[in-house]
Nanobody
Framework: VQLQACGGGLVQAGGSLRLSCVASGSIFSINDMGWYRQPPGKERELVAVVPSGGSTSYADSVKGRFTISRDNAKNTVYLQMNSLKPEDTAVYYC???????????????WGQGTQVTVSS
């Protein structure tokens, strides 16, 4: 199982970016999918999570600006980021809890990270 993220880049404050992350490989089902980020010199933190069923959740710092969504048919999770601020600068990682078969427990998988840089 692999997670491949893309969509990062350099953007001016107030701009937008859309991140995508595709899960591939031996996948039976996917529970939660989410995005985390790690700002320079800081710990990795949760940005947003979308469960297989139920409500999404967001870090307070991104509420009202970021939107997480998923396409189950494509095993893909998205993060639409609007009104970006310099403090959003970080490496963004996608995460998914994936079952490889009906009898397997779900395991946690991470994407490779994509850099988002917001200039002031």
């Amino acid at each position: 199982v692999q997670l491949q993220a893309c969509g990062g880049g350099l953007v001016q404050a107030g701009g937008s970016l859309r991140l995508s992350c595709v899960a591939s490989g031996s996948i039976f089902s996917i529970n939660d999918m989410g995005w985390y980020r790690q700002p320079p010199g800081k710990e990795r933190e949760l940005v947003a999570v979308v469960p297989s069923g139920g409500s999404t959740s967001y870090a307070d710092s991104v509420k009202g600006r970021f939107t997480i969504s998923r396409d189950n048919a494509k095993n893909t999770v998205y993060l639409q980021m609007n009104s970006l601020k310099p403090e959003d600068t970080a490496v963004y990682y996608c995460n998914a809890q994936i079952k490889k078969s009906a009898t397997y427990y779900a395991h946690n998988y991470w994407g490779q990270g994509t850099q988002v840089t917001v200039s002031s």
